[in-house]
C-alpha cells in the first residue's frame, strides 16, 4: 500500500490493479481503495484525477496524439478543481466501491474530456467543410461540372481559364464571374489553366484549402481517396491557405501564406490541420540548360553540375563549396529525371542527398585534388 504514495495521476493509469478497481470493481477492491484513501487522505486528488482520465479515456474508444492527451488531462484537471471548490463535499466522501456521489462526478469530467478531444481533433467546426457545404453558403447562382466518366474532361471558364476535370470530380462557379474574384469550388481533383487578370484573382476552395492566383497552371486534388489535400504548381505562382486562415484579415493572412512556384507543392495534413511546402515528386525541366545541353558533362565542375540543376528545375541545392571543389563529374544524365541524376551525380563523388522541404541537401567528404 505504501508504494502508491509516491505515485502520479500518470502512475495509477498503468497500474493493473488500480485499473481493475476503476473498470471493473468488486468489493475486494473497493475495500482496498477506502482504506488507502482513509489512511492516507492526501493522495484524494492523484486518485481522482487518474480514475476521471482512465475513464474519459476508456470511453473515447481510441487513443489521442500525445498533444491531444495533454490537452484533455489538463481540461479534466481544471474541470475536477472546479467541482472541489463548488462542492467540496463530495470529495470528503470516503470511496465506498463505486459511490453515486463517484459515478456523477466521473461521468460530467469523462464526457468534458470527451467532447474536448472530439472539438480538438476536428477543429471548431465539428467537421471540415465539404464541397456541398461551400457550395450551398454562396448567395449567387453557380454552375456546375461533373464528371462521371473514367476519363479527364475539359471544363471551360466564363473568362477563357480551363479546367480539366478528373473522373468522379465536380466543379462550381459563377457563370459570369462579375464580383472581384473569381472563384470556384472543386471536389475531387483538376488541373487548372488559368487566364491572367491582375485585377481578379482567382480562388479555387477545396475543402480546407484555399487557392490564390493571378495567372498559372496547377493541380489541386481534393479526392477522398488522396492522403490529405495537395496543391501542385506546374508554372507560375500561387499562394494557398487553410480555410481559417484565408478567413483571416489581410495582414494576418500575409504573414502565414505558403507561396508556391514551378515544381513546388503544398499539402494539407487534416489530422495536424496545417500546410507542408515541398518539392514535387518528378519536378519538370523548367529551361533547357544552354552550358551543357542535353545534361552532358565531361569533367564540369560540381559547382558548375548543380548550378545547372537548380537553373533547370527552378530548385535550390544546398552544399558546402569549398568540400566540393575538386569534384568533377563526366555523364550523359539526359532524360533521367531530377533525382535519378541527383543519384547518379552524388555516388560519382561519394556523397549523400535529401530533401528538407524545398532544398535539397548535399552531403559528403569531398575529393581528392587530381
Known amino acids: 500500500m505504501t508504494a502508491y504514495l509516491h505515485y502520479t495521476p500518470e502512475d495509477f493509469i498503468q497500474d493493473d490493479h488500480f485499473r481493475r478497481w476503476v473498470l471493473s470493481p468488486d468489493d475486494e477492491m473497493g475495500q482496498f481503495w477506502t482504506n488507502f484513501l482513509t489512511i492516507y487522505p492526501d493522495k484524494k486528488t492523484d486518485v481522482t484525477r487518474a480514475r476521471a482520465l482512465l475513464l474519459a479515456m476508456e470511453s473515447l474508444g481510441e487513443s489521442p496524439s500525445f498533444e491531444q492527451g495533454q490537452r484533455m488531462k489538463a481540461t479534466i484537471f481544471d474541470q475536477i478543481e472546479q467541482t472541489e471548490l463548488a462542492s467540496p463535499s463530495v470529495f470528503k466522501t470516503v470511496y465506498r466501491n463505486v459511490s453515486t456521489h463517484w459515478l456523477s462526478i466521473a461521468a460530467t469530467i469523462a464526457l468534458v474530456g470527451m467532447v474536448w478531444w472530439y472539438m480538438a481533433s476536428r477543429g471548431s467546426n465539428n467537421l471540415p467543410p465539404t464541397y456541398e457545404k461551400q457550395v450551398a453558403q454562396v448567395s449567387v447562382p453557380l ?204 555516388r560519382t563523388i561519394d556523397a549523400t542527398y535529401e530533401v528538407w522541404g524545398t532544398k535539397i541537401v548535399v552531403t559528403g567528404k569531398g575529393c581528392s585534388p587530381e
Open 143 to 346: 454552375v456546375e461540372k461533373a464528371n462521371p466518366t473514367r476519363t479527364p474532361q475539359r471544363v471551360q471558364l466564363p473568362d477563357g481559364s480551363s479546367v480539366l476535370l478528373s473522373p468522379n470530380s465536380k466543379l462550381s462557379y459563377e457563370k459570369d464571374f462579375t464580383g472581384q474574384q473569381r472563384k470556384v469550388y472543386l471536389s475531387g481533383q483538376g488541373y487548372f489553366e488559368v487566364v491572367k487578370n491582375d485585377s481578379k484573382p482567382f480562388l479555387v476552395f477545396a475543402n480546407n484549402v484555399v487557392t490564390q492566383v493571378v495567372g498559372t497552371r496547377f493541380t489541386v486534388n481534393s479526392a477522398q481517396s488522396a492522403i490529405g489535400i495537395s496543391v501542385i504548381v506546374k508554372s507560375g505562382k500561387v499562394k494557398v491557405f487553410t480555410l481559417e486562415q484565408y478567413q483571416k484579415p489581410e495582414t494576418q493572412k500575409a504573414a502565414e501564406t505558403i507561396v508556391l512556384t514551378a515544381n513546388q507543392q503544398a499539402t494539407y495534413d487534416p489530422a495536424q490541420e496545417q500546410l507542408t511546402k515541398s518539392i514535387v515528386a518528378k519536378p519538370d525541366i523548367l529551361h533547357k540548360p544552354e552550358k551543357f545541353p542535353g545534361f552532358n558533362f565531361h569533367s564540369a565542375a560540381i559547382n558548375d553540375v548543380f548550378s545547372t540543376l537548380e537553373q533547370s528545375y527552378g530548385v535550390t541545392i544546398v552544399y558546402n563549396k569549398q568540400t566540393v571543389e575538386n569534384c568533377n563529374l563526366t555523364a550523359q544524365l539526359g532524360d533521367e529525371p531530377l533525382f535519378k541524376k541527383l543519384d547518379i551525380i552524388c
